[in-house]
């Protein structure tokens, strides 16, 4: 129903930046609300952002606010995830996923494949 594929990730040093990007396709996927997750190595996977289907309602953990910041943009049916001031800690695999409700993490139910994010100290 609906197809996510991340990409743009890659290796970085701390105190740096990168940007995500991830694509969707399918039925009334700009309905959705999409968002980022990330999971580290021994780590549940844990909701890093989230944004509304319309663009108007956001969503961060703690540990990213005023570092990332989430867009989208449904004429490109396109998620991005711009990653400032990176840390070590922020290094895991980094998954687009689409849902129903901005910013609870439970209600999202479809996944891209995921890119990796490392940042080096």
């Known amino acids: 129903q609906v197809q996510l594929a991340e990409s743009g990730g890659g290796l970085v040093q701390a105190g740096g930046s990168l940007s995500l990007s991830c694509t969707a396709s399918?039925?009334?996927?700009?309905?959705?609300?999409t968002g980022w997750f990330r999971q580290a190595p021994g780590k549940e996977r844990a909701f890093v952002a989230g944004v509304s289907w319309n663009g108007r309602s956001t969503y961060y953990t703690d540990s990213v606010k005023g570092r990332f910041t989430i867009s989208r943009d449904n004429a490109k049916n396109t998620v991005s995830l711009q990653m400032n001031s990176l840390k070590p800690e922020d290094s895991a695999i980094y998954y687009c996923?689409?849902?129903?409700?901005?910013?609870?993490?439970?209600?999202?139910?479809?996944w891209g494949q995921g890119t990796q994010v490392t940042v080096s100290s």
């Open positions: 399918g039925r009334t996927v700009s309905s959705y609300a």
């Open positions: 996923a689409a849902g129903t409700i901005t910013g609870r993490a439970s209600s999202y139910n479809y």
